[in-house]
């Protein structure tokens, strides 16, 4: 049969945001797909070297709306181990009970967005209704929905009141009572179970070899969490086990995200009842000494990491982000591979992709004389023209 | 006579595309919030659409990237007359945090009419809706 090329993106109607994506089908099966980004591309990184290490909390805030808590949290940390500052127990605890209720609010969203993927709209509607409880707790701790801005480097900045324990244990509550009707829900359901299961298989294999991460690595069945393998805050010190699934499909990713779901209300309840009495911060020096910070968080869709280089002044010569969603393109792409067109939109929404998150700079590294560059967007159309035999003004990217 | 009945289903419901130029997620999931059951603005009639051809307002979040300018401006053009945009974000409104950014040109009025700023890093949903209600005011009142 012949085969066809079909771009889908930056914007389509299955892509909540900008991303291409070109699928080779021969019939209705996926033969090949092809991942294009930029299109969300900022230039963060640039301009974290143009402001200090306080403004670029607030930046590195806005990496991400969803995840934004993971990537402040993995900044500062980077920053207080270059600084060699000890985070008071209290500053910690709070920092972590934030990280759960950001990870109960993501995986909330992610339930509904592969329930509506999967063509269960009441499921989607349900569980959105539902998160608003959470977003409710995040803002009576920070004041905001969204970018919650409660870390600084050296601690948090605001305290729990008894009051506000009170509410959060409260809406804990409640949250786990719906999250164990969805646990019921989600795998029992004929028809839901029957969209998911079976669908984007990633063998445990090609999970290992392609580095993916979180929940889409846990789902083929590695126990592999950055809290529990290189605890960071105090992790050490809070029970909480790794949630694995065996089937490798995207049933199996529903089921992690529901059973850590459960595991992440189980640790904001223990963070609330042990939280310890002292300071919630220390103070910072406004100029960071020398050196370099490699700093790994455990964030909703996997592991973040953040490079730090740090020259003895108030801003930092060079930020490195690698966010989850950038080491889950190579297994999603094994993922979408022999299945079907209809499957494009389910496959990709498992992985939770934060397209905003994944877009970094470009740097060739010439693989014969190990040279790096670093390209500008108009010597990558060059470049590309030339490699395609493209004539001067002709569109790079025919759509 | 027909003029005042476009007019009024027009009002009654406005058919909304949510376009990404670039931004952060959390206007976009505010903007999905504002959908879903607590503040669900489909009482008042207002639908996501998903193809700009179907759509009469054009909700932009984030700031307008390098890459996304050109779609923008194709997906403005898809768009049937009359059609409104709403900038949601502070991003949208001027490029909030990211201005000066080498990749990032501003503000989404840089590139197309905008009609309603939101203001907000990112606003509330409830403000999201207060945005479009007073786009339907400015429209009840225009002739």
Redesign the interface.
Known sequence: MKKIKIPIGPQHPALKEPISLRITVEGEVIKDADVRLGYNHRGIEKLAESRTYVQNIYLMERICGICSHSHTTCFVQGVESLCGLEVPKRGLFIRMLVCELERIHSHYLWLGVAAHEAGFDSLFMYTWRDREVVMDLLEIISGNRVHYAINTIGGVRRDLSEVQKEKILEGIQFLKKRMEYYTNLGTTEPSFVARVSGVGILPKEKAMSLCAVGPTLRASGIASDIRKDDPYAAYDEIPFSVCTATSCDVLGRVVVRIKETMESIKIVEYLVKNLPSGEIKVRAPRKVKEGEAVSRYEAPRGENIHYIKSNGTDKPERVKVRAPTLANYPATIEMLKSGFIADIPLIFAAIDPCICCAERFVEVIDTKNENTQVLTMAEIKKRYSKSQGLKKGSSVWPL | MIERLIKWSRLKSPWIL?????????????I??AL???FDVERFGILLK???RHADVIVCT??V????KD?IIR?YEQTPDPKFVIAVGACAMSG???R?????IGGVDQVIPVDIYVPG??P?PDAIIDGVVKLLQKLESSK
Do not use: F
């Open positions: 949510h376009l990404n130029t670039g931004a952060c997620n959390a206007c976009d999931i505010e999905v919030d879903t059951p607590r998903a193809s700009p984030g700031p990237t390098r890459q996304m779609r997906i909030c945090v990211y000066g950014a080498y990749n990032v890093c990112p509330r």
